[in-house]
């Protein structure tokens, strides 16, 4: 166990909606990485927080968005969903922004019909 | 902008026989180099990482890797192998420490025949 926690285990959607992924990070870690995994387009970066603040960006869509509260967990919003939404979405936490030790939630799978 | 290259999509090795996993990347400055292992319904499990310093890493598990800037290589190896390391292992690259987050390879499927 990582120590990272991430909801919902399994997600099943239509087409058009909106979903909200959270995360909640490993105690003490101020950073929170989100990647999403598919067969075609393999592990990609999306985005980081940093103590509530955004670092960086990845491949990130425009209909996704996310944010880090303070409280420090993490919501990963995708909207107007595609089919090619369809994969397992990580949450990775890390203790600052530079610690690369970035420990991996289990992950969201995402199926959208 | 930084890229990584695993050219074994799977590789089946028997139990107890060594273990070397090829990794190669394309980066500017001094690369972060990861590998990371993923099990069925899991996770990523970091196994090892390399910032600088000594260019052979020990890591979890009984692997390690050797990073060869000339060959801009960094492939994993394990002297010998158990059944449960049947696995994904994917090798990472990091931009800014890994601050801008990590890019990685395709990953190497690992299958264990008895």
């Known amino acids: 166990d990582s120590g990272v926690t991430q909801t919902p285990k399994h997600l099943i959607t239509a087409t058009g909606q909106r979903v909200t992924l959270r995360c909640s990070p490993r105690?003490?870690?101020?950073?929170v990485y989100w990647y999403q995994q598919s067969l075609d387009q393999g592990l990609q970066f999306l985005i980081h927080?940093?103590?509530?603040?955004?670092?960086a960006k990845g491949n990130i869509l425009e209909r996704f968005s996310a944010q880090q509260f303070p409280d420090l967990h993490s919501e990963l919003n995708l909207s107007s969903l595609e089919l090619g939404d369809s994969a397992l979405y990580f949450c990775?936490?890390?203790?600052?922004?530079?610690?690369?030790?970035?420990?991996f939630g289990q992950g969201t799978r995402l199926t959208v019909v | 902008a930084q890229s990584v290259t695993q050219p074994d999509i799977h590789i089946t090795v028997s139990e107890g026989a060594s273990l070397e996993l090829r990794c190669n990347y394309s980066y500017g400055a001094t690369p972060y180099l990861f590998w990371y292992v993923q099990s069925p319904g899991q996770g990523l499990q970091l196994l090892l990482k390399?910032?600088?310093?000594?260019?052979l890493v020990q890591g979890i598990k009984g692997f390690e890797a050797e990073f060869k800037r000339s060959q801009s290589s960094f492939n994993l190896r394990k002297p010998s192998v158990h059944w449960s390391d049947a696995a994904e292992y994917f090798c990472a690259v990091g931009a800014g420490g890994g601050a801008d987050g990590l890019t990685f390879g395709k990953g190497t499927h690992l299958i264990i025949q008895p």
């Open positions: 927080y940093y103590n509530g603040e955004e670092r």
């Open positions: 105690s003490g870690d101020l950073s």
């Open positions: 390399y910032f600088s310093g000594d260019t």
């Open positions: 990775a936490s890390s203790v600052d922004v530079r610690d690369t030790e970035a420990f």
